[in-house]
T-cell receptor, first 111, second 118 residues
Framework: QKEVEQDPGPLSVPEGAIVSLNCTYS??????FMWYRQYSRKGPELLMY????GNKEDGRFTAQVDKSSKYISLFIRDSQPSDSATYLC???????????FGTGTRLTIIP | GAVVSQHPSRVICKSGTSVKIECRSL??????MFWYRQFPKQSLMLMAT?????????EQGVEKDKFLINHASLTLSTLTVTSAHPEDSSFYIC??????????????FGEGSWLTVV
């Protein structure tokens, strides 16, 4: 079993829809959770960073972490074609900067 | 925000030659940098942790003599793929940790380097 599981998709939604991306993890020691966006042939770009459980909102993006169920979510409101990319969730232990990535979900926003 | 720069973005080399990829932190000091490898449509796999002034820590299964890592300064880490073979062709990405008092550790990635060995 992988430490971080993510549905690879692909996921296609119409422009303006709310997108829900999810990951599960198995390592209880994970305390830092991140979402990265990666465009084709580019390095990952940090979108959201969350410590422990709770919600964090930044513009159209909301990240949620539920440590009790080991579930990580990213919501994108008012989705735009420019949001089309691969979204990677990642987690790390406290004091350990090694990131463990999910496989990434390929998202396409249809105009 | 923090910026991590990688160079070259693309490189083609002949089989048997060595290739060096640079990773720089542009506006912060990075005592620790990380090197990842990503195959098409797959996730990032950590290869090694680069520590300034000391030896790199390699992940299981990664050949130390094949992938030489040097972290000679607080802003520069290099990955040298030695005696490259076609199976080494991949997307190599570095990252660096920024220590922020409010948010703790934040990891930023470079733009990546495409290596093609012919």
């Amino acid at each position: 079993q992988k430490e971080v599981e993510q549905d690879p998709g692909p996921l296609s939604v119409p422009e303006g829809a709310i997108v829900s991306l999810n990951c599960t993890y198995s390592n209880s020691a994970f305390q830092y959770f991140m979402w990265y966006r990666q465009y084709s042939r580019k390095g990952p770009e940090l979108l959201m960073y969350t410590y422990s459980s709770g919600n964090k909102e930044d513009g159209r993006f909301t990240a949620q972490v539920d440590k009790s169920s080991k579930y990580i979510s990213l919501f994108i409101r008012d989705s735009q074609p420019s949001d089309s990319a691969t979204y990677l969730c990642a987690a790390s232990n406290f004091g350990n900067e090694k990131l463990t990535f999910g496989t990434g979900t390929r998202l396409t926003i249809i105009p | 925000g923090a910026v991590v720069s990688q160079h070259p973005s693309r490189v083609i080399c002949k089989s048997g030659t060595s290739v060096k990829i640079e990773c720089r932190s542009l506006d912060f000091q990075a005592t620790t940098m990380f090197w990842y490898r990503q195959f098409p449509k797959q996730s990032l796999m950590l290869m090694a942790t680069s520590n300034e002034g000391s030896k790199a820590t390699y992940e299981q299964g990664v050949e130390k003599d094949k992938f030489l890592i040097n972290h000679a300064s607080l802003t520069l880490s290099t990955l040298t793929v030695t005696s490259a073979h076609p199976e080494d062709s991949s997307f190599y990405i570095c990252s660096a940790r920024v220590r922020d008092r409010l948010s703790g550790n934040t990891i930023y990635f470079g733009e990546g380097s495409w290596l093609t060995v012919v």
